[in-house]
Nanobody
Framework: QVQLVESGGGLVQPGGSLRLSCAAS????????MGWYRQAQGKQRELVAT???????NYADSVKGRFTVSRDNAQNTVHLQMNSLKPEDTAVYYC?????????WGQGTQVTVSS
């Protein structure tokens, strides 16, 4: 059973930065895809950024140029560096992994952008 533990969320002022991290454990195989999704209050969960084992990344248009996703295959971790944060980035951010072991989600970490 794969377990995902997220960290790094919190309260930040507009224009600020945060770095989210997700540590995976319990997997027998490497992950094809690791990434981040978010769900704002009253809205559907949406893709933020994903990255393949080979390092190919994909971003939502709303975060391109501001967020950077990275992963460490040896450590089974995925990170999301978020810069120039806006109030509309406020949401619960979820880590997700997809691979031969299955499709797993973390419990979520709250990011609030407010002055």
């Amino acid at each position: 059973q794969v377990q995902l533990v997220e960290s790094g969320g919190g309260l930040v002022q507009p224009g600020g930065s945060l770095r989210l991290s997700c540590a995976a454990s319990g997997n027998r195989f490497g992950f094809h895809i690791m990434g981040w999704y978010r769900q704002a209050q009253g809205k559907q969960r949406e893709l933020v950024a994903t990255i393949t084992g080979g390092g190919y990344s994909n971003y939502a248009d709303s975060v391109k140029g501001r967020f950077t996703v990275s992963r460490d295959n040896a450590q089974n971790t995925v990170h999301l560096q978020m810069n120039s944060l806006k109030p509309e980035d406020t949401a619960v951010y979820y880590c997700r992994t997809v691979g031969p072991d299955g499709d797993y989600w973390g419990q979520g970490t709250q990011v609030t952008v407010s002055s």
